[in-house]
């Protein structure tokens, strides 16, 4: 019997690209809506001496470029962003089992995974959710997940402005600056307020921990999308309840709404559907002048494909040296 092996994060890195991110996101999508995907309820295990969470997503996708069966742990520890060496938010690990024996083939550094699926799955639902142009995205959150969803649109749209704003402010000056220089453009601005950011925005992306409404229903212009990233037990809390009640909103997975956005059903509002059912032409997209809501809670799903195409990667490579 061979031992697993490790793929670790700086090789991940290097084996990450945005085309078959998206390939892979997508076909996790599609394979959910499908029921070509299985994913047990996620645990949430709270630390009683510290504010970090651990989140176990075990999943399984049938698909013959991204299927795999796996487990992703992963730990929400908010608080490292203060510490004075700042570690990111969001760490992961992702187990990868060969399927006929269940022996444990891989364990796949799952943190650049994580950023970067996220980012996908907003891309994906953006697409289909309204197959258009776009002149202004506005994120709000400069964090872990804003920089990726600025990267990750920057790389699939040719939007003329990239708005970012952060609660602490200079958070978002810094990475605007960092983005402006690694493009060689001035297309990133900084917002001084959120409402400055979104007001006549046609893609928003909410990536924050806020408890309380970051977005407001009379800031946005018609047909806006928003993904709303933010998630967390609680506090699906970035947009205001009136912004819920009146858009179309899509979710990735049936499942896990029912448990993790009950708050939203108990409030009156009604999912479309999963973004997956739109992918494969089940359900039609909304009218482009309705605002679109993708509420993305994360998916094992995802995190398999990933890990399958990572490891796919990495062996080829290694088979190549
Ligand atoms: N849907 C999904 O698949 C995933 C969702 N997430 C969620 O995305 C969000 C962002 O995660 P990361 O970027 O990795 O975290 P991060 O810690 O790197 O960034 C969070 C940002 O939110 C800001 N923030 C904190 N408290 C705030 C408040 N009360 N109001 C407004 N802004 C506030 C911080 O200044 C920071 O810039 C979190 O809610 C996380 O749980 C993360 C990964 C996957
Ligand atoms: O899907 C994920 O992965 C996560 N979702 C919510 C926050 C932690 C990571």
Redesign the pocket.
């Known amino acids: 019997m061979s031992n697993p092996i490790f793929i670790h994060e700086d090789q991940v890195k290097k084996l990450l690209n945005w085309d078959s991110t998206f390939d892979a996101v997508e076909a996790a999508l599609e394979s959910v809506y499908n029921k070509r995907a299985v994913q047990s309820p996620r645990t949430f295990t709270q630390s009683t001496t510290s504010k970090t969470l651990l989140l176990t997503m075990p999943g399984h996708l049938d698909n013959e470029r991204f299927g795999a069966l796996g487990c992703k742990l992963v730990t929400?520890a908010?608080d490292n962003?203060n510490l004075e060496h700042p570690l990111?938010?969001?760490n992961a690990q992702i187990l990868l089992f060969e399927e006929a024996t269940g022996i444990l083939k891989a364990v796949v550094g799952g943190t650049e995974i994580?950023k970067w699926r996220?980012a996908a799955a907003s891309a994906v639902a953006t697409k289909h959710l309204k197959p258009k142009e776009f002149q202004v995205l506005a994120i709000l959150?400069?964090?872990?997940?804003?920089r990726i969803h600025a990267i990750c649109f920057n790389h699939f749209y040719d939007f003329k402005e990239i708005r970012i704003w952060?609660?602490?402010v200079h958070?978002a000056e810094t990475l605007v600056q960092e983005l402006n220089q690694v493009y060689n453009c001035q297309k990133f601005k900084c917002c001084q307020s959120n409402e400055e950011c979104v007001r006549g925005a046609d893609v928003v992306v909410t990536?924050?921990?806020?408890?309380s409404p970051?977005v407001q229903k009379e800031w946005l212009k018609d047909g806006v999308h928003i993904n709303a990233?933010?998630?967390?037990l609680v506090h699906h809390s970035e947009l205001s309840e009136s912004i819920y009640q009146s858009s179309h909103v899509y979710i990735d997975h049936w499942a896990g709404a029912q448990t993790e956005l009950a708050g939203l059903g108990k409030l009156g509002v009604e999912f479309k559907g999963e973004i997956g059912g739109v992918i494969t032409g089940d359900l039609p997209p909304p009218p482009l002048d309705q605002v679109t809501v993708f509420q993305?809670?994360?998916m094992a799903a995802e995190d398999c494909a990933m890990a399958r195409l990572i490891y796919d990667l990495f062996i080829q490579e290694s088979n190549m040296n």
Not at 207 to 211: G, I, M, R, S
């Open positions: 929400v908010p962003i990111p938010t969001i994580t996220t959150g400069a964090g872990v997940q804003g952060n609660h602490n958070k990536a924050t921990f806020a408890k970051i990233v933010g998630a967390g993305s809670l994360g």
